[in-house]
């Protein structure tokens, strides 16, 4: 207790000081508070050195105020919310006379909480009272010549750049999996997954369940290819969803029915001299309800690096693609499915936008004035890919109906966001964005501009 309240006084200690008071004290406040929370959280060994065990575990706190977040100044809905979340975590792993790990256990407890104006804000969305976030053993094969892990229980999926699977982390209890999990890694240029898994529902006042009836598997393969460019990384996925409580509407009015959805594509990243560089495509087939699906999406991003200059400025440009349906009563699905993504921060740090049925073309910039500081401006220009479709937001609901006579762009944002690195356990974020809603908005309804500002403070031990 007396170290805890220690690292409380230094934590209060650094917010208490001005900015330029804090960098004239840098780097020893902030190296002590490290210091005190890596020997109270350090791994321990117990029962003759053949357990391991680490506490760890994370406290966020986020402030956001939303202005005009339905396009619509004559209503009252803007919030201010205070979003406090809370994890404590324990690891144990069982070591073997060699030093490996065969066997490992992890363990989550999470609290959510979210103190806001609008009863809308404290739904399961944003609330989580004290739950299990994650509770998983992984048994490794002990043979060298079958590399393998097997991972079994509730935890988190997350592959690539979580386009398509990812815990989506911003939301206040964010996403798990019960699942189980066959790793296969013979080398460190490989890496091939194959899951089996369930999504547990968010419940704000009683335990969090897995989500009968609605299944996904996946196989994913990651490797890096070339040998000469350690940097690029090459994957191929396959994920299928399959949801047979036979409630998924059809396109057909009253007409429900299973879902049965393939998702497979590829993946290309990597970094060579100052230029960064990426794709990934994905292409969707199956039957919803009684429809035929036939959908897809794709992302591009280059950016290059000014390493000789001061702040090493960064460059970058992004397109995304996601196809919408143009006839929405001819049996045939064309509006591609985002599956569980991770979609903040991809298409706007308003989550507008998901990857479905959209256009987004979007360049930034970003400086590093300081090793613990970076700042960035991204510029969104949004449009439908069919505006007889919905325009989806980023939970992947429908944010404005559609209207085959209105106009396809959307409209603009900008994104301005400033991280601070205080310690290697305590970031800093404060970001503002703006939404200039366009032809399309005005097309169907309100078309006020919107605004988001948000401060975040993450405590990781």
Not at 3 to 8: E, L, N, Q, T
Not at 63 to 82: G, V
Not at 261 to 276: P, S
């Amino acid at each position: 207790m007396k170290r805890m309240g220690s690292i409380i006084v230094l934590i209060l200690g650094i917010f208490f000081r001005p900015l330029h008071c804090m960098a004239a004290q840098q780097p020893e406040i902030f190296n002590r508070l490290d210091r005190e929370l890596d020997d109270l959280f350090k791994s321990r060994l117990f029962f003759d050195s053949r357990v391991k065990v680490k506490i760890g575990g994370q406290s966020r706190y986020r402030y956001e105020y939303r202005d005009d977040f339905n396009l619509n100044d004559n209503t009252y809905e803007d919030d201010s919310l205070h979003l406090l979340r809370n994890r404590l975590n324990m690891d144990v792993s069982y070591l073997s006379d060699t030093g490996q790990t065969p066997l490992h256990f992890f363990v989550e407890g999470q609290e959510a909480h979210s103190f806001a104006q609008s009863q809308v804000d404290k739904t399961n969305t944003f609330v989580n009272w004290l739950d299990l976030r994650q509770l998983f053993a992984e048994v490794k094969s002990p043979w060298h010549l079958a590399p393998v892990t097997l991972k079994a229980g509730r935890q988190v999926l997350s592959y690539g750049d979580e386009r398509f699977v990812g815990p989506s982390d911003w939301t206040n209890p964010a996403r798990v999996f019960d699942a189980l999990k066959l790793i296969f890694n013979p080398n460190p240029q490989v890496q091939l997954d194959i899951f089996g898994s369930r999504i547990v529902k968010v419940e704000k006042e009683k335990w969090d369940q897995a989500q009968n009836g609605d299944n996904s598997y996946g196989i994913y393969l990651s490797t890096k290819p070339f040998r000469k460019y350690m940097g690029q990384i090459l994957d191929t996925f396959l994920f299928i969803r399959d949801n047979t409580d036979r409630t998924v509407a059809g396109e057909r009015t009253g007409e429900h029915g299973s879902l049965k959805e393939y998702t497979f594509g590829n993946r290309f990243k990597g970094k060579e001299y100052d230029f960064d560089y990426g794709t990934e495509y994905a292409v969707q087939l199956g039957s919803r309800s009684h429809d035929e699906i036939a959908a897809w999406a794709f992302h591009q991003a280059l950016g290059y690096t000014l390493s000789k200059l001061p702040w090493t400025p960064r460059i970058y440009g992004e397109y995304n693609h996601a196809s919408g349906d143009r006839n929405p009563t001819d049996g045939k699905s064309q509006t591609f499915d985002n599956l569980f993504p991770t979609n903040h921060n991809k298409y706007g740090f308003m989550d507008f936008l998901s990857l479905k049925n959209m256009n987004d073309f979007m360049v930034g910039t970003s400086v590093k004035p300081h090793t613990r500081l970076q700042l960035s401006s991204d510029f969104h220009w949004f449009l439908l890919d069919a505006k007889e479709s919905a325009w989806f937001n980023a939970a992947g609901g429908t944010f404005r109906a559609p209207n085959a006579n209105a106009d396809t762009q959307l409209g603009e944002e900008l994104d301005l966001l400033g991280t601070y690195k205080l310690t290697e356990h305590l970031n800093l974020m404060l970001g503002y964005s703006h939404f200039f809603a366009g032809p399309f908005a005005k097309d169907t309804g309100a078309h006020d501009d919107a605004n988001f500002l948000y401060t975040q403070t993450v405590l990781t031990f």
